[in-house]
């Protein structure tokens, strides 16, 4: 089992910056794909990005390519997300998961078998 543990959300102002980070515990995520998702109020769930084991390769959605960017640090078990020039439709939960195999549609949630419980990022205008 892993678990996963967001932290750096906030609140900030439209044009500001945060790093979010994922912290897992239980077994090494080293090998794993690692995946951020949003979810706004009245929303489905997004994906945002994510990153492959060896952090070569990374995917983001449209609408954060070029603001984001998704690094992991494997020796630390940690996966970051640093967003910005922040939005006020940037404001959601995010969430952080682990796919433990490696799948082609890493933009669908179905495929990750661990989520943390997300961290609230609200940016204002």
């Known amino acids: 089992q892993v678990q996963l543990v967001e932290s750096g959300g906030g609140l900030v102002q439209a044009g500001a910056s945060l790093r979010l980070s994922c912290a897992a515990s239980?077994?090494?995520?080293?090998?794993?794909?690692m995946g951020w998702f949003r979810q706004a109020p009245g929303k489905e769930r997004e994906f945002v990005a994510a990153?492959?084991?060896?952090?070569?390769?990374?995917y983001y959605a449209d609408s954060v390519k070029g603001r984001f960017t998704c690094s992991r640090d494997n020796a630390k078990n940690t996966v970051f997300l640093q967003m910005n020039s922040l939005k006020p439709e940037d404001t959601a939960v995010y969430y952080c998961?682990?796919?433990?195999?490696?799948?082609?549609?890493?933009?669908?949630?179905?495929?990750?078998?661990?989520w943390g419980q997300g961290t609230q990022v609200t940016v204002s205008s």
């Open positions: 239980g077994r090494s995520i080293g090998t794993y794909t």
């Open positions: 990153i492959r084991s060896s952090g070569s390769f990374t």
């Open positions: 998961a682990a796919d433990r195999g490696y799948n082609g549609a890493y933009y669908e949630s179905w495929i990750y078998d661990y």
